[in-house]
């Protein structure tokens, strides 16, 4: 839903409470206007940001700017008011977190359970960088899961380290959605695919009028500037008593525009806020992009260095690719690939913290693909991450929101999304 207020009020987001993204919000968001959070085409600029952060300052002051590849999909019509913003929110990737303030003005509260949320926020940014495209091979076609040599069903708890957590056993499909999803979820209510759901937050419901009722509702951890989430422990038994089975950690701390923490930070924020429900919940490891680096795995690696005595259930993984760099067998190859290769050496390099570990492919997605590519994407991966035994789940992003999973005029899905309610 859209929220009437003043446009010269502008949100906060230094909030105690979770809602979106994991550990720590972009703290340049607390300058979004309430105008660029519903501004979908923000979010495109977010997710190629290094393209965005060379092109819009050009563009700004001379619009007939050549558009690069990765935003070529944007309307021009769009692109004045969304460079407009992406400046509001461009600043330093990992910048040391500053003590929660109080707010100037007044919060836009919209949500009083169990924790109060001040201010909604965009879906999570993918990872800027794109891997090299994967050829074709023959199991991007609709075909059962086949395991590759390294495997992790083969190899994590090589040691015979014990698995001190919780096994997650349930449906591995989920839907992301957020403050703006209405209430789309009613078009995924006769699917019997649905088995979790999930809002970067700790509230079911992020905002009023929008629901979820489709299945189970994994929280996300999210602090403040200090590290800090007051009502998460109290918030998370709840959900645990009503049937919560996973815990998500930090929403992409390698990411400046997500949780944007250094790997200490967000060791500190898992042995704050998921290690107490260890062996009650499956918990996951923070939420990672696919980039390169000191990113993606990367960080990750040094994550763990950081958190010896953790231990991980699940290890939550995105991958996004860009439509302009790969078709979609190639997609579909890359992420088989990164799962069966990459993420499974971690797992195996790692046997004290991840023995036991499956995966959880958190989000994904064919980025600027039409409706027809995403169904063509899904139609081919999806049963491949059904039938594989190291995923425990995954959501595709794809979403409830219009031009995702739901038609442009918000009354019933889009092609993308139909195949994601049926196969």
């Known amino acids: 839903?859209?929220?009437?207020?003043?446009?010269?009020?502008?949100?906060?987001?230094?909030?105690?409470?979770?809602?979106?993204?994991?550990?720590?919000?972009?703290?340049?968001?607390?300058?979004?206007?309430?105008?660029?959070?519903?501004?979908?085409?923000?979010?495109?600029?977010?997710?190629?940001?290094?393209?965005?952060?060379?092109?819009?300052?050009?563009?700004?002051?001379?619009?007939?700017?050549?558009?690069?590849?990765?935003l070529a999909g944007i309307p021009t019509?769009?692109?004045?008011?969304?460079?407009?913003?992406?400046?509001?929110?461009?600043?330093?990737?990992?910048?040391?977190?500053?003590?929660?303030?109080?707010?100037?003005?007044?919060?836009?509260v919209i949500?009083?359970?169990?924790?109060?949320?001040?201010?909604?926020?965009?879906?999570?940014?993918?990872?800027?960088?794109?891997?090299?495209?994967?050829?074709?091979?023959?199991?991007?076609?609709?075909?059962?899961?086949?395991?590759?040599?390294?495997?992790?069903?083969?190899?994590?708890?090589?040691?015979?380290?014990?698995?001190?957590?919780?096994?997650?056993?349930?449906?591995?499909?989920?839907?992301?959605?957020?403050?703006?999803?209405?209430?789309?979820?009613?078009?995924?209510?006769?699917?019997?695919?649905?088995?979790?759901?999930?809002?970067?937050?700790?509230?079911?419901?992020?905002?009023?009028?929008?629901?979820?009722?489709?299945?189970?509702?994994?929280?996300?951890?999210?602090?403040?500037?200090?590290?800090?989430?007051?009502?998460?422990?109290?918030?998370?038994?709840?959900?645990?008593?009503?049937?919560?089975?996973?815990?998500?950690?930090s929403n992409e701390p390698d990411n400046a525009g997500q949780a944007n923490l250094t790997p200490a930070q967000a060791a500190t924020v898992f042995k704050n806020y998921l290690k107490p429900f260890e062996g009650q919940a499956s918990l996951a490891s923070p939420a990672i992009t696919n980039g390169g680096g000191s990113a993606g795995l990367g960080f990750l690696e040094n994550f763990v260095?950081?958190?010896?005595?953790?231990?991980?259930d699940i290890i939550n993984v995105h991958h996004y690719v860009n439509r302009g760099d790969v078709n979609v067998d190639q997609a579909v190859s890359a992420v088989k690939s990164y799962l069966t290769k990459d993420v499974a050496a971690f797992i195996a390099k790692h046997p004290q913290q991840f023995g036991g570990a499956k995966i959880c492919l958190g989000e994904f997605w064919l980025w600027n693909a039409s409706d027809e590519e995403g169904a063509d994407y899904l139609t081919k991966l999806l049963p491949w991450l059904d039938q594989n035994p190291d995923v425990a789940c995954y959501q595709a992003f794809g979403g409830l929101w219009t031009g995702n999973f739901i038609n442009n005029a918000g009354t019933g899905l889009s092609k993308s999304g139909q195949v994601y309610h049926d196969l």
């Not at 519903?38 to 190629?48: H, K, Q, S």
């Not at 999803?181 to 759901?197: H, P």
């Not at 260095?305 to 991980?312: I, K, L």
């Open 77 to 108: 019509s769009k692109l004045s008011s969304a460079c407009s913003c992406f400046e509001k929110t461009a600043a330093p990737a990992n910048p040391a977190p500053t003590p929660a303030t109080t707010p100037t003005s007044k919060p836009v």
């Open 1 to 70: 839903m859209r929220f009437l207020i003043d446009s010269s009020i502008l949100l906060t987001l230094s909030v105690v409470a979770p809602s979106v993204s994991g550990a720590a919000v972009h703290h340049a968001h607390r300058h979004r206007s309430l105008t660029c959070y519903e501004d979908n085409t923000l979010r495109a600029l977010e997710r190629f940001s290094s393209d965005a952060a060379t092109f819009c300052p050009q563009f700004l002051q001379t619009p007939s700017q050549q558009v690069p590849k990765n």
């Open 305 to 312: 260095g950081q958190c010896a005595d953790c231990h991980f």
């Open 111 to 249: 949500s009083t359970t169990p924790t109060t949320v001040k201010a909604p926020t965009s879906p999570p940014t993918p990872s800027t960088s794109t891997p090299a495209a994967i050829p074709p091979s023959s199991t991007t076609s609709k075909s059962a899961y086949q395991p590759s040599s390294t495997s992790s069903s083969s190899q994590v708890g090589a040691t015979g380290s014990p698995v001190r957590g919780r096994s997650y056993g349930g449906g591995k499909r989920g839907l992301v959605y957020d403050y703006h999803s209405k209430d789309y979820s009613k078009f995924f209510k006769d699917s019997n695919k649905i088995a979790f759901g999930s809002d970067w937050g700790v509230n079911r419901s992020p905002a009023p009028g929008v629901t979820f009722d489709q299945g189970m509702f994994v929280p996300t951890i999210r602090v403040d500037g200090g590290l800090k989430n007051d009502g998460w422990i109290g918030a998370v038994k709840s959900l645990i008593s009503s049937g919560t089975s996973i815990i998500f950690a």
